[in-house]
């Protein structure tokens, strides 16, 4: 993990689970007085801020660039974004499909709240209240991570996996693919399911783009593509099943994959070219 130094930030509480006392409305401050922490260069905006005495990890997203000399950077004043932060609105959407998606007892990050802050971000050219994201994670490594995540924890992780199968990346597709199962028949499209948003402990992150009946689209014409843009999910899918093998040695055995895959109601169409 690289070490960034942070500065506490004016805040108020914008959405919080009952249960959680403890905030850090933290923002990377070279000229700060405390320390955050940056699991790997694949994390634009999300820190590790302290590790819990129950082994769970407290992240943050949005506390600023994990790269560059510069905590936030614009790409431009017309159309750009503010690299490094979190839009109030894209938080509080994370946080309440991330506690909806938890319900249905799919593994995901456990939401702690949101904090507004007394600043701006750009967003499509136009200024948003900035917002923090405050989470936990039994691991702050997600799968594509591989490289820069510390051997041991990586093999303690994995020896917490379930033993059903003789080879672990079956055991996360059954994992992956029942999540999947679970989202399309409640209607809720991920929108971003891929090797960055699921870690190593299998939890599915990262909720800002997703959909669900409570929180639909605002745009009726993404709203009437949802069908055919739920059925790409199952190849994302694949792929980090297909990635996990690969990064753990194993010769993916697809045979297996798809047996799954079948089981929990999904097809695989052949197309025949001529």
Not at 191 to 201: E, G, H, K, S
Request: aromatic content about 12%.
């Amino acid at each position: 993990m690289k070490d960034y130094k942070a500065t506490l930030v004016d805040y108020r509480i914008a959405c919080q689970q009952h249960n959680i006392n403890e905030v850090f409305p933290l923002v990377r401050d070279e000229k700060g007085e405390y320390t955050i922490y940056n699991v790997s260069p694949n994390h634009g905006r999300s820190f590790v801020i302290k590790k819990e005495n129950n082994e769970r990890w407290i992240v943050g997203k949005g506390n600023g660039l994990g790269f560059t000399t510069h905590p936030f950077v614009l790409t431009s004043s017309v159309s750009g974004e503010t690299w490094g932060g979190l839009c109030l609105s894209n938080a509080i959407r994370d946080y309440n499909i991330g506690n909806e998606i938890c319900e249905l007892g799919i593994k995901t990050n456990k939401m702690h709240c949101v904090l507004e802050l007394d600043r701006v971000v750009i967003k499509n050219g136009e200024e948003k209240p900035a917002a923090l994201l405050q989470y936990s994670v039994n691991c702050p490594y997600r799968i594509s991570d591989f490289a820069f995540m510390p051997n041991s924890l990586l093999k303690k992780t994995i020896s917490e996996w379930g033993n059903e199968y003789t080879k672990k990346h079956l055991y996360a597709a059954d994992v992956l693919v029942r999540n999947l199962c679970i989202l399309h028949d409640n209607n809720i499209m991920h929108n971003a399911i891929n090797i960055q948003n699921y870690t190593w402990a299998l939890e599915l992150l990262d909720f800002e783009a997703s959909r669900t009946d409570n929180c639909p689209y605002e745009n009726p014409e993404y709203e009437a593509h949802l069908p055919m843009l739920i059925e790409i999910e199952v190849i994302q899918t694949y792929e980090i099943i297909n990635y996990i093998a690969w990064c753990l040695s194993e010769n993916p055995n697809y045979k297996e994959i798809e047996a799954i895959f079948k089981n929990y109601g999904f097809r695989l169409q052949e197309l025949k070219l001529y």
